[in-house]
């Protein structure tokens, strides 16, 4: 698939005008407060992952409305002294998987916290353990359109919410330099990423590539592809609901965490993405912390042949690097005898 979206040029100073809701600074405060007033922590226990140089925790979390969230929290063997975290968010209709699946930031030195997708996990990969509890407003079948008519029903004001106390989670975790917290991902994953960073105002760094809920209203036009396309399905069957809908996305738009996000960031796009299109990722890249008063450190890394994966490893090991440089790693443990 060719080039789809706008010209390179016009991508680099391409800033949309962005039609916030007049409350929403009022409407994630007051969603966040009641999600933080329980402790974030239920439980912590070994998890066996075949693994010799990796310690692994099989974590549950309390998320949006109390609900339990699962999450693997991994660390370098034989490390004892504090490290910096990452806090990582799986793609759409992924789950946590498996424990020795994610492994990259772990052999960086890092401890590394991995989400699990509450009422996904069931479209690929290796499955997740986190159901979701909230899920019989209207919408559609998808994730992507589940309570889609109320921004107090849908799914992605409970995952955003999860996503946060995340951050809160690791930093309460033994081993957790709670100063140095970045947080990652990839499409849906970078899209909670981005999120997170115009919420949690103390984050040390982020780190998105190809992220979802970027310049929404721009990608309903653009692409029918997973997950947009399952919310242009839902459209196309409920005719009179796309105001509603408009305004629903509107409190979940990427454009407006990115303006309120201060952390250093790190961006990644595919110029041929037909599932998260780039003008989305470059919107947020270039209206990134005007909000904030400060001219937060940033950089964006596109790749003219690649889709939504973004870069691939190339990106990976590009985010490495930067990261290297802004989060200092721990140690890497020495092999065991």
């Not at 991902?185 to 899209?191: K, L, T, V, W």
């Not at 069957?237 to 990427?254: D, F, I, P, S």
Request: glycine share 12%; net charge negative; with cysteine.
């Amino acid at each position: 698939m060719p080039a789809f979206d706008l010209p390179t040029r016009e991508l680099e100073r391409y800033r949309p005008e962005v039609q916030e809701p007049p409350d929403f600074d009022g409407f994630w405060h007051d969603t966040l407060k009641e999600a933080a007033q329980r402790d974030v922590l239920v439980s912590v226990r070994p998890a066996e992952s075949g693994l010799r140089l990796t310690q692994t925790w099989d974590v549950t979390l309390r998320g949006f409305a109390g609900d339990p969230v699962r999450a693997w929290y991994s660390r370098p063997a034989g490390v004892g002294e504090p490290l910096p975290a990452v806090v990582e968010y799986a793609g759409y209709g992924r789950g946590r998987g498996l424990p020795h699946e994610r492994l990259t930031w772990v052999n960086a030195g890092y401890a590394h916290l991995l989400m699990d997708n509450r009422g996904q996990g069931d479209q690929y990969g290796n499955g997740g353990a986190t159901p979701d509890p909230h899920a019989s407003a209207p919408g559609g079948p998808g994730p992507a359109a589940r309570g889609l008519l109320d921004p107090r029903d849908y799914h992605y004001r409970r995952l955003i919410t999860d996503a946060v106390r995340a951050v809160a989670a690791v930093r309460a975790l033994a081993g957790v330099d709670a100063s140095r917290v970045a947080t990652i991902g990839n499409s849906q994953g970078g899209g909670l990423a981005l999120a997170v960073a115009g919420l949690v105002p103390d984050l040390a760094a982020v780190l998105v590539t190809a992220p979802f809920l970027c310049g929404i209203r721009r990608a309903l036009d653009l692409t029918d592809a997973s997950p947009y396309g399952e919310i242009s399905a839902y459209l196309s069957v409920h005719r009179g609901a796309q105001e509603a809908a408009y305004r629903t996305l509107a409190y979940m738009e990427g454009v407006s965490f990115a303006r309120r996000a201060a952390a250093p960031a790190h961006f990644g796009v595919g110029l041929r993405d037909t599932v998260c299109p780039p003008s989305g990722a470059y919107a947020a890249f270039n209206r990134y912390g005007e909000l904030t008063g400060v001219d937060p450190r940033k950089e964006i890394h596109a790749y003219p042949y690649n889709g939504h994966e973004g870069g691939d490893a190339a990106q990976v090991r590009r985010q490495l690097d930067w990261l290297g440089e802004v989060l200092e790693p721990g140690p890497v443990s020495s092999p065991p005898r």
